[in-house]
Structures are given as C-alpha cells and as structure tokens.
C-alpha cells in the first residue's frame, strides 16, 4: 500500500491522503481583500485533482498584513460570506479545505510580481504604513513600518484569533498560521529582523513570544477538534540568522500551544542567503524536526515526482507533502500519482470516461 495515500487524522479531522496543496499567493483578490471566482477555481480544481488538503494563499486577519492590495483577507464578515461557496466546494470533492492566516510585517504594501512597479505601494495607489518589530524596512525601496508597541502586539494576537473564530464560520476545516518568509510572525523570530529589546526580543525565547501568544490564541478560538497547522522558516540560510536548531525548540514549543503540525519551509528574512536549492532540498529540515522534536510535519520544495514523495512519507522523514509549484503545472498530479504508485486514483465520476 502506498503511505502517500494513506489518511492522516489531525484532531477530529482525517485527510484522505498526505498530499497537500501548498498557500501560493495569486494577487487575484477584489476589493477589500475578497475571494473571487479565480480562487473557487484555482482551489476548488486541486481539490478536484485529488490534494487531500487544500491550503488558501496566504490570507490576512487585517487590511494592513496584505502584502499586495490584490491578497485576500478574512478580517470581516464579508470575507466569511465570500469563502463559503470556495470551502463548499473543496470539500464536495473530498478534500479538507485550510486557510493559512498571515500577517506581511514589514513586507506588506508592495506590488503584486507582475505589476510594473516594484516596491511599495504609495497611499494614493492603495497602499498604507505596514508594521514591524522595528523601524527599518525590508528594502530600500519598500515603505518604513511603524515599529509595535505592546498594544499593537496585543492586537495582532486578538485579530489571528478572531480571524480563526471567522474561518469555522467561513467553512475552512483546519487552519495554519503562518510565521515564515519573513513576515511578520519570522520577523519576531529571527535575530536578522528582530532587534527588540523588550519582552518581545533579545534571546530566543523573547523572539518565540508572539509565534507561541497567536498559536495559544488560535487554538483556543477553533476548539479542541481543529487541526492548527504553523508554517515556519526552519532557517534563514544566513549566518547569524534563525537555525534549524533554534527550529527543533519552537517546533517542540508550537505542539505544546496547541499547534498539530509543523510545515517546514525556510528563508526570508534576508534579501541574499545561500539557499542549496534542489529536488527536496527542505525535506531535510522537515525530518529533523519531526525526529528531534517528536512533532508532525510537512515537507515541501521541489517536489515533483511521485516516488520521491512516496519515499518522504514512507520513509518518516515527514508526515505530509506539500507541492506548490507542481501543482500549479498539473492540477491532476495526486491522482496520477495514485495511479503511478499502485493506489487507487478515484476520479471523479465525471471524468471515468477518460480511463
């Protein structure tokens, strides 16, 4: 039997199979950071290919944690009304539908990858003053933050939490808080961002603060039967920066606050690092966790073939695989796989007549 696409039960939620489709940013939302007929499409098709769990891009608890005033959002009421006919239709098709809640930091305000422009966005463009651990920003040519004060930390637990508090309500099944890539949850965690001198910085254990204050806060928002995933930047590849090691402890940290499974990526918070980019060049940080750390977790980069998941799974080196860009090239990838690695691929009835 293939251990890709065995179930996995998270809490009181079983994935079908341990393919996930990763949160890829499509800088396609409407006004006001809401859902449209492109992302029903783009997630509701995965589903429809076979990914057990689908992951929305990465979506904001506040106008001002977008990255690009294209991202999506679900800090009102209006984005829960949005996102219902998205979820009902990802889990029409058996998969369990996720939301990755974000906040951008000190990246946030920028263009979307196509627009002409680079850097900030302005006011009179749509644009606003992001907010940070510090004052200095990401780039030269991005937007100052405004540096927060305790009570702007404060704030930023409560709008995760009742940004989760909306997701059940939105129809999302699980949900993964995401604290990678250099926004604003890794700006807190890595000493390249983080200069703080307060009970927000200093050593590691400042730095983990608010990472461990919006898992607390998410888990007790969604209950004890949601799956709470944390995305994290398992290192920055730059000496100096967030280790692996420094990983294996908040990983160890994140389970005790309630978080089921950690989805190891890396990089971010530096604009040049020496990443060793190749086929699951990120597995590795992924099996370490899980072994040192004795927590559950996801791998993803440059997944691509089926075997080389099969072998991460069967081989403990994490408990899922996400696949991003693969994805993107073929929304049908986990039923060929299936097919590929002797399992049974379950088309859609609509789609039996191809076989």
């Given amino acids: 039997m293939s251990a890709l696409f065995t179930p996995l039960a998270l809490r009181g939620v079983t994935l079908p199979n341990r393919v996930a489709m990763a949160p890829m940013c499509q800088y396609s939302a409407g006004p006001d950071g809401l859902p449209t007929d492109w992302h029903r499409v783009h997630l509701g098709s995965r589903a429809v290919g076979g990914a057990g769990l689908i992951i929305t891009e990465a979506t904001a608890v506040v106008p001002e944690g977008r990255i690009s005033p294209q991202d999506t959002g679900i800090w009102s009421d209006a984005h829960v009304d949005a996102w219902r006919p998205i979820t009902a239709f990802v889990a029409a098709q058996g998969a369990v539908p996720a939301v990755q809640l974000a906040h951008a930091g000190f990246k946030a305000s920028t263009y979307r990858p196509w ?5 900030g966005v302005p006011d009179a463009e749509g644009g606003w003053t992001p907010v940070g651990p510090g004052g200095e920003p990401f780039l030269p040519d991005y937007r100052r933050p405004t540096a927060l004060d305790e009570a702007g930390i404060a704030g930023v637990v409560e709008a995760f939490a009742a940004a989760a508090t909306r997701a059940l309500a939105a129809g999302f099944a699980a949900v993964e ?4 890539h250099g926004y604003l949850l890794h700006e807190f965690l890595s000493p390249l961002t983080n200069h703080r001198t307060d009970g927000y910085g200093g050593d590691r254990a400042g730095r983990m603060r608010l990472a461990l204050e919006v898992a607390r806060a998410v888990r007790a928002a969604v209950g004890e039967s949601v799956p709470v995933l944390t995305r994290i930047s398992a290192t920055d590849w730059v000496d100096g920066g967030w280790t692996v090691e420094d990983s294996v402890v908040l990983a160890g940290e994140l389970a005790g606050a309630g978080v ?4 190891a990526s890396s990089g971010g918070a530096a604009a040049v690092a020496n990443v060793p980019v190749g086929p699951g060049y990120q597995v ?14 996801g791998a993803v980069g440059l997944i691509v073939e089926p075997e080389q998941a099969e072998q991460i799974v069967a081989g403990g080196e994490a408990d ?20 590929k690695l002797a399992a049974t691929p379950a088309w859609p009835d609509q789609y039996t007549r191809a076989f």
């Fill in 284 to 297: 590795p940080l992924a099996a370490r966790i899980r072994r040192e750390a004795g927590v559950p977790t």
């Fill in 320 to 339: 899922l695989v996400l696949l991003g860009r693969e994805l993107l090239r073929d929304p049908y990838w986990p039923r060929r796989a299936a097919a």
């Fill in 115 to 119: 627009a002409e422009h680079r850097g």
């Fill in 260 to 263: 089921d499974l950690v989805d």
């Fill in 177 to 180: 808080i995401h604290a990678a």
